[in-house]
């Protein structure tokens, strides 16, 4: 089994800084990419960015040079760094990963419970 616990969401002010984790923990061979989605109410999940075991990233748009995505694979964890916030940033952030669990495994995806960001004055 695979576990993803997140941490650092929270309340703060437009313009203001969070850091998001999650650690990735259980039987793990190689995580192939981590990535940050969030869900604001009524709205659709969107990704928000992703990070594969080779350095590539991904953004959305909305967030391109407020936000940046890194990992560390030897802990098995993704941070999301996000600056310049802006009340449309809103929402629950999902971490994502996409792992074989032993060398012979089919690629399987894994979803952590999710973390509150609230953006507001």
């Known amino acids: 089994q695979v576990q993803l616990v997140e941490s650092g969401g929270g309340l703060v002010q437009p313009g203001g800084s969070l850091r998001l984790s999650c650690a990735a923990s259980?039987?793990?061979?190689?995580?192939?990419?981590m990535a940050w989605h969030r869900q604001a109410p009524g709205l659709q999940r969107e990704l928000v960015a992703a990070?594969?075991?080779?350095?590539?990233?991904n953004y959305a748009d909305s967030v391109k040079g407020r936000f940046t995505i890194s990992r560390d694979n030897a802990k098995n964890t993704v941070h999301l760094q996000m600056n310049s916030l802006k009340p449309e940033d809103t929402a629950v952030y999902l971490c994502?990963?996409?792992?074989?669990?032993?060398?012979?495994?089919?690629?399987?995806?894994?979803w952590g419970q999710g973390t509150q960001v609230t953006v507001s004055s």
């Open positions: 259980g039987s793990i061979f190689s995580i192939i990419t």
């Open positions: 990070i594969t075991s080779d350095g590539s990233t």
């Open positions: 994502n990963v996409e792992l074989k669990m032993f060398y012979w495994s089919r690629l399987q995806g894994y």
